[in-house]
């Protein structure tokens, strides 16, 4: 079992609608990602959080909005989406950012986001 | 940026033979190469990983070998089982981004 755990596993969601994807790690890391894959296409890197601060944003369109409350938590809020918006969401962890060298990216199973 | 390139796309084998899958990568400042599998409905789950001091590394059935001068790197699954289908996802990284290659579907015929 993973241990990066996302809820909920599944989201359907019209484009009028306000809601949002959730992440929490145990592992003491101190780097948080979030992710979009499409179907059959490798993950596509959104946004990184070290040390609870954004630190990387790869130019994502302002309808998704991340958040990090502490440590262990990451969100990803969502307002006025689009069908092409649908995916699965990932989020990842790592000991620290810009340290993958020494510190593996571990996965939760994401989210499925279906935009109606 | 760094470009991986993935082949083949699709691999299918017979039970208990062995699976390759290569990657290159053009970034020669890359420096961590891991090999991902996702299964159906799951995320991306690290299976081994290599750094660029180490040329070959062996974790049971599975093995990745690494040419820096060449720039690529290959994941070995020897003894393939069904359990062993899934979508495989070689990645270069430099810092904080893995750049992924675009995936090998296998298969493993029983």
């Known amino acids: 079992d993973t241990e990066v755990t996302q809820t909920p596993k599944h989201l359907v969601m019209g484009m009028t609608n306000k809601k949002s994807l959730k992440c929490e790690q145990h592992?003491?890391?101190?780097?948080m990602y979030w992710y979009k894959q499409k179907a059959k296409k490798p993950p596509e890197l959104m946004f990184v959080?070290?040390?609870?601060?954004?630190?990387i944003n790869e130019s994502v369109p302002s309808r998704f909005s991340p958040e990090c409350p502490n440590s262990s938590l990451l969100n990803l809020h969502l307002h006025a989406l689009q069908p092409e918006d649908s995916a699965l969401y990932l989020c990842?962890?790592?000991?620290?950012?810009?340290?993958?060298?020494?510190?593996?990216?571990?996965f939760g199973n994401g989210t499925r986001l279906t935009v109606t | 940026g760094e470009n991986v390139e993935q082949h083949p796309s699709t691999l299918s084998v017979q039970e208990g033979d062995s699976a390759v899958i290569k990657c290159t990568y053009s970034?020669?400042?890359?420096?961590?190469f891991p090999w991902y599998k996702q299964e159906l409905g799951k995320g991306p789950q690290l299976i081994i990983d290599?750094?660029?001091?180490?040329g070959e590394k062996k974790d049971q059935r599975i093995a990745v070998t690494l040419n820096k001068t060449a720039k690529h790197f290959s994941l070995h699954i020897t003894e393939t089982q069904p359990e062993d289908s899934a979508v495989y996802f070689c990645?270069?990284?430099?810092?904080?981004?893995?750049?992924f290659g675009a995936g090998t579907t296998v298969t493993v015929r029983a």
């Open positions: 959080y070290s040390y609870e601060k954004l630190s």
């Open positions: 592992m003491g890391h101190r780097a």
């Open positions: 290599i750094r660029s001091n180490v």
């Open positions: 990645a270069a990284s430099i810092h904080y981004k893995l750049s």
């Open positions: 970034d020669s400042a890359s420096n961590y």
């Open positions: 990842a962890s790592s000991k620290g950012q810009g340290d993958s060298y020494n510190s593996p990216l571990h």
